[in-house]
């Protein structure tokens, strides 16, 4: 029988977001479209002492953003609630339960002392690892070594944990679809913890009964999971689940732009880029760690980039829209390797799409700009700078900056423009080339390119000497589009009003 696909994104609200975990939602969501199945959101807030307020709606919003779109959740409902495992936890004891009466868990009762003084031996015999294992245990105060009726007794009388029961000599083999086959050894794991001693389930327990009840077919989710793996497999052996045990992907890690070690939270504000998708406020300290999407990325932009870090679809094509990404996405195709982040290529992914933006689209994101600036322009011309300008930006708070002098005359003109540019005759030839801008009755580009083209003809100074000082006269700087379209776009008053003052205020250097 072929099975549902379902797979989870299971973020703990610990904090933002980090892009690596965004990728892993990607992956995930990606695979679940391509193979008709649902992409459930779970909430694993069940370590208290990691929780961070505000960090749940964070992640929603992140994935909203990024048009990932969650079919079971928190706030959508579905067959398999609730979804925050907060909400879910008188299942687990029950299920710990479980593990005890059939031999897989017990009980401990050992104080952190008493913990802490076993590893101190196993430190001075020399022991390599100094782990609550099937060696250890033996000496430890737990529901093995005591009697029933002390066991019972300090069952209602002190705190205790449920440690799974790490079976001696077993191998464990289990296959990942990114990475092969992953063996380990039972002697080199220890006995974790499955249920706390403040009636919490830890991330494994949860994390496997989670994923059996909700049924889910594929866990996707990155390498530092790994090592839980084994563990993992044991306790489906243990519940008798292996039949419906699900497939295992681990994501390689994203790494840093050097290369060297995974990008961490703290690498963005250090390395001069976000890590976060959406800016993230610490409650606590108030500081700020900057987002992608204030950034101004195109939120298409950040999945194309996000969906090509440890993953392609084969072929040379790097701009895949959403569509393109969820009918060529494969798991199987996912890298073993880490993957390097590119700043350079992040902005260079997010001017591809700027690109392809409507400039309907983009005056609208201008004009808030403009407003903020004081600038109030009608929508027709906006439109007509944002035509000329998009080529060369990366983000709309780059338009600005290659476009200001459409909206302000300038006071002031580059000196190193003027020292290049500004000759000794500059202002005579100026002067003529006004004249025969003036005589024009239509002032658009062609036009102005014949009178400048009349203008040269038999003199002996070429297009350059005209052309670059008209510039520093319209723009104040070397920059900017084409001049002969920044002038239709200005209009003959405004142009000749330029021209002018430059003749008038610019002093050669
Ligand atoms: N709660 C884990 C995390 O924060 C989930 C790991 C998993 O997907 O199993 O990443």
């Known amino acids: 029988m072929v099975r549902k696909v379902r797979v989870r994104f299971a973020p703990s609200p610990t904090g933002p977001l980090h892009m690596g975990g965004v990728r892993t939602a990607l992956f995930n969501y990606l695979f679940a ?21 505000g960090a749940e709606d964070y992640i929603i919003e992140s994935l909203k953003w990024c048009g990932i779109e969650i079919d079971e959740g928190i706030e959508e409902g579905g067959a398999y609630g609730p979804y925050r495992q907060s909400d879910r936890k008188e299942i687990y004891s029950e299920f710990a339960e479980r593990l005890i009466e059939s031999g897989n868990a017990y009980y401990a009762f050992d104080t952190p002392e ?31 070594t005591l009697s029933e009726e002390e066991t019972n007794k300090l069952l209602k009388e002190i705190p205790y944990v449920v440690r799974f029961k790490m079976p001696e000599d077993e191998e464990i083999i289990v296959e990942d ?19 706390k001693s403040d009636g919490m389930p830890t991330y494994h327990l949860a994390n496997v009964v989670d994923d059996h009840l909700m049924k889910i077919s594929h866990v996707i989710r990155g390498e530092e999971w790994l090592p839980s793996l084994p563990l993992h497999v044991m306790l489906y052996k243990a519940f008798g689940w292996e039949e419906t045990q699900p497939e295992f992907a681990h994501l390689p890690l994203l790494l840093k732009p050097s290369g060297k070690g995974k990008l ?11 890590v976060f998708p959406l800016e993230w406020v610490d409650s606590k300290t108030g500081e700020i760690s900057r987002g992608y999407r204030e950034d101004g990325y195109f939120p298409e932009a950040f999945v194309n980039m996000l969906a090509l870090l440890g993953w392609n679809p084969g072929t040379e094509e790097e701009i895949l829209s959403f569509r393109d990404l969820v009918s060529s996405f494969d798991l199987k195709k996912v890298h073993k390797a880490g993957a390097k982040f590119d700043h350079e290529k992040a902005k260079w ?11 309907e689209k983009l005056t609208r994101q201008y004009q808030n700009d403009l407003k903020e600036r004081g600038i109030q322009v009608e929508d027709s011309y906006v439109i007509k700078v944002v035509g000329l300008i998009k080529e060369r930006a990366n983000f709309v708070s780059d338009f600005w900056e290659q476009s200001y002098f459409f909206f302000q005359a300038p006071t002031e003109y580059d000196p190193k423009v003027v020292k290049k ?14 004249i025969k801008l003036e005589e ?9 390119e014949k009178a400048v083209q009349d203008f040269l003809e038999g003199k002996e100074f070429g297009m350059g000497q005209v052309m670059n000082p008209f510039r520093l006269t319209l723009v104040g700087a070397g920059i900017g589009p084409g001049v002969m379209e920044v002038a239709e776009l200005l209009g003959k008053e405004e142009t000749l009003k330029r021209l002018q003052a430059g003749i008038d205020n610019i002093q050669r250097q």
């Open 33 to 53: 479209k391509r193979n008709n199945g649902k992409f459930i959101l779970r909430i694993e807030d069940t370590d208290q002492t990691r929780y961070v307020q």
């Open 114 to 144: 008493e913990l802490e003084a076993m590893r101190e031996r196993l430190k001075e015999e020399k022991n390599s690892v100094q782990q609550y294992n099937p060696l250890t245990r033996k000496g430890m105060r737990n529901s093995l």
């Open 177 to 195: 679809i990114i990475r092969g086959t992953v063996k380990m050894h039972a002697n080199q794991l220890d006995d974790k913890v499955l249920f």
């Open 264 to 274: 961490s939270k703290r690498d963005g504000d250090a390395l001069g880029f976000p």
């Open 349 to 359: 992914f997010n001017h591809k799409y700027l690109k392809t933006q409507s400039d």
């Open 421 to 434: 540019r500004w000759k000794e005759n500059t202002p005579e030839i100026l002067q003529e080339l006004k």
């Open 440 to 448: 024009l009755e239509t002032f658009n580009y062609h036009d102005i």
